[in-house]
């Protein structure tokens, strides 16, 4: 079964990330389907039509996302009425749902536009919108090639990632599940602290074990200082991929160690935090390159509270010593971005806060501010546990975005580390 994607957007051509790419080909992947193509085509009429007229030959389920709202530049059904033969209609049900969305927001009378999005293609299922105004269709169409018909399918689906990705599980992949071929399941593992290159080397071996198995695939991606590596294996027998993938995960676990940080939907700061929280521990952090990257990183997780105590940004260095009690010799002699202010800055959070743990980030994002000693990119780095204070300094490439970034990554990573080595020395103490 060929199962095209076609998704409607000139913004996805300008610069605007295409998630419902990944997510719709991820969420057929687990049904051991697959899309044959993905196709990103502007709001012209005219360009829709054709990819659209040769998505109807070669595909028998065409997927759309996009242009189903109330606008000028929304030009999906009409689109898909010309091309397919078939009339639309204004469907009083899908009127009053659209009155009802409104209603709830406050506003009694919507706008005369969003009475296009009434209009539905004749004989087609209305998929109902929770998060939107927009009604999704699915529709059973005949095409006809060589005097044969050919029964195939079209979903007409939001464009809006919060309104499409739950509407295509709960409606969507239903329909889809009675092609199911087996089954697919995968597993993400997310490292930190080692180079891709390196990552591969180490789990080559591995890898080389599967390398005619068609039923097992891995794949690695490096954003930001972080590894992902993903293991996918299909097969009929549940148990049997179930086991696969956990000897998989076993074998990298033993090779990797430490450097895994998490699976799946885990990130770092998640991890931290569920760290602190198993140990009863609190953690406080001051920032100065940073801005409060990481401090927002680890309060954007529920339950934060249970662990976070307090965060600074000190980026000044007036505010370093009223805040910080950094001293200003230190400053003067050191400079805002060395091992020794960072370390001050530990001292300082520490005993402001009183947590368990502390952070402290003091660096040169650029694009201005460095000179021949202390490039951009430069950065210290400060975990402590307790008064046991650790910095360790680091020469990041890349833009101030990047740098920043990358600080925060390495900043998290460094105190899980911090983390695990402390609860293992408390382990071997009771040991004892």
Do not use: W
Request: hydrophobic share 35%; charged share 25%; proline share 2%.
């Amino acid at each position: 079964m060929n199962i095209e994607l076609i998704c409607s957007g000139t913004e996805l051509l300008t610069g605007k990330l295409n998630t419902n790419a990944s997510f719709i080909g991820e969420q057929l992947s687990i049904l051991g389907l697959d899309l044959s193509l993905i196709t990103t085509v502007a709001d012209r009429k005219n360009d829709f039509a054709k990819i659209l007229s040769l998505a109807k030959s070669r595909s028998s389920v065409i997927i759309i996302t996009g242009g189903l709202g109330p606008t000028f530049d929304d030009i999906t059904v009409e689109t898909v009425s010309e091309i397919l033969g078939i009339k639309t209609y204004k469907d009083k049900n899908v009127q009053l749902a659209i009155c009802q969305f409104f209603e709830k927001r406050g506003i009694t009378t919507p706008s005369a536009n969003n009475e296009r999005q009434s209009y539905i293609l004749e004989n087609a299922k209305v998929l109902d919108n929770r998060f939107g105004t927009a009604p999704s269709q699915m529709l059973h169409f005949e095409h006809i090639s060589d005097n044969k018909k050919t029964r195939k399918t079209i979903f007409l689906l939001p464009g809006p990632p919060r309104e499409l990705k739950p509407m295509f599980q709960e409606k969507v992949i239903p329909y889809f599940k009675s092609y199911q071929l087996g089954m697919k399941k995968s597993l993400k593992l997310h490292i930190c602290g080692m180079a891709e290159s390196l990552v591969d080397e180490k789990i080559r071996a591995t890898i080389d074990l599967f390398a005619d198995n068609n039923d097992v695939e891995f794949s690695i991606l490096a954003h930001q200082s972080l590894i992902d590596v993903k293991i996918a294996v299909k097969g009929e027998d549940e148990l049997l991929v179930d086991e696969t993938i956990n000897n998989i995960k076993n074998e990298f676990v033993n090779i990797l160690g430490d450097n895994i940080f998490g699976y799946n939907d885990d990130t770092l700061e998640s991890t931290v935090q569920q760290l602190l929280i198993e140990n009863k521990k609190t953690i406080s952090v001051a920032e100065s390159c940073t801005g409060g990257m990481i401090s927002s990183k680890l309060t954007n997780i529920a339950g934060s509270s249970l662990c976070f105590k307090q965060s600074v940004v000190t980026y000044s260095n007036e505010s370093k010593i009223t805040l910080l009690n950094v001293k200003d010799e230190t400053l003067k002699q050191f400079g805002a971005v060395s091992e020794n202010t960072a370390n001050e800055m530990l001292n300082g959070i520490l005993n402001l806060s009183k947590s368990d743990y502390a952070i402290s980030v003091t660096g040169i994002a650029g694009p201005n501010g460095a000179t021949e000693d202390k490039p951009i990119g430069l950065v210290f780095i400060g975990i402590s546990y307790k008064g046991d204070n650790e910095i360790f300094k680091y020469n990041f490439l890349g833009t101030r975005t990047d740098i920043r970034e990358r600080a925060t990554t390495v900043a998290l990573d460094s105190i899980r580390r911090k983390i695990l080595k402390t609860k293992n020395k408390t382990k071997l103490s009771k040991g004892k």
